[in-house]
């Protein structure tokens, strides 16, 4: 293993903030795969998936099975200034990091840093980016793939190396264009999304879902080959799902507290009850929500608190 800094940045009246990378293999083979962790500052989970990984990754190193011409790249955080002072997004003018891309080495704080990612990424086969949502919520662990061209095809194939129930194609919106896996696209890198169930919290049980997931999607493209007590579960056969078919439970009338009965990954029947709104004031039942279709609970809402129209749940029908 080699540790480095992939960038450095002053900041006033603290110490440099260093975004550090973990290399695996032969430096100087095949640039095969990189994974990056946490781009803000509440992406707790992302940041503890590639903290497991290096882990993981060393041992496996340690023990000779890393193919002799690979080489596998994990920077577990992006953002450590935002995830120190516990705020989201950059603390100087809250701007987004994986909304600067492809960046700007001469830009504002963000975009250089997504150009000094960007410039090391951008030489890899494969990318995976540990991901969050911009609604606090739980996800069943999923692969994403952005619909970006004829590369994006080809990495909607390779998705089933991940062994995830389920793989999501999406089409892109404007705002995808200016994120690490548009990005990583556009320089020729099968780029994946890669969503556990958590984001401000641990969650060790999907957190093992995801990094198991990470390892058979090596082991499958032969970077690593994993043997003894190393050897990952087998996956699932992954089912492609496109964005549109998630089915929104939503807030019809009424705002208040958001009691939930169901959560991620549960299998839920049409009809079936999935939790409620409670007015604020003497918690008396405003609305109770139910599943239009059976399915599986894809998203579940963690937010206590609900307002109007908010989506609660999203279902993945069977």
């Known amino acids: 293993m080699i540790r480095g800094t992939i960038y450095q940045m002053d900041i006033p009246h603290r110490e440099p903030m260093r975004i550090r990378g973990f290399e695996f293999g032969n430096e100087r083979g095949e640039r095969s795969c990189a994974i990056i962790g946490s781009m803000r500052g509440n992406e707790v989970q992302q940041a503890f998936v590639c903290a497991n990984l290096i882990s993981l990754m060393a041992r496996i190193e340690q023990a000779g099975m890393i193919a002799k011409n690979k080489c596998i790249l994990v920077i577990p955080c992006v953002n450590p200034l935002s995830m120190n002072v516990q705020q989201r997004f950059w603390p100087g003018d809250s701007a987004d990091i994986n909304r600067s891309f492809p960046g700007d080495a001469h830009g504002r704080s963000t975009e250089r840093i997504a150009a000094a990612i960007m410039r090391v990424a951008r030489l ?8 969050s949502f911009n609604q606090p919520g739980d996800f069943l662990p999923h ?8 590369i994006s095809a080809k990495s ?6 991940f062994g995830f ?16 896996n548009y990005a990583w696209q556009e320089s020729g890198t099968h780029a994946f999304s ?3 169930s958590a984001t401000d919290r641990i969650d060790t049980a999907s957190a093992k879902a995801v990094t198991d997931a990470v390892l058979r999607f090596l082991a499958t493209r032969k970077v690593i ?3 003894g007590d190393m050897q990952v579960p087998a996956g699932h056969h992954s089912r492609i799902l496109q964005e549109a078919e998630l089915v929104d439970v939503r807030t019809e009338q009424s705002s208040g507290f958001f009691v939930p009965a169901a959560h991620a990954g549960d299998r839920v029947r049409a009809g079936q009850r999935l939790g409620g709104v409670l007015d604020a004031m003497d918690s008396h039942l405003l609305e109770s929500l139910t599943a239009p279709v059976s399915g599986r609970v894809f998203f579940m809402r963690t937010d206590p608190l609900i307002q109007q129209h908010m989506v609660a749940f999203r279902i993945a029908p069977e």
């Open 225 to 227: 080959e994993l043997v």
């Open 143 to 150: 692969v994403r793939i952005t619909d970006q061209g004829p």
């Open 124 to 131: 890899f086969t494969y990318g995976m980016q540990l991901c």
């Open 194 to 196: 890669l969503y556990s």
């Open 156 to 161: 909607l194939e390779l998705a089933a190396d």
């Open 165 to 180: 129930e389920f793989a999501m194609h999406r089409k892109p919106t404007p705002f995808d264009t200016t994120t690490l």
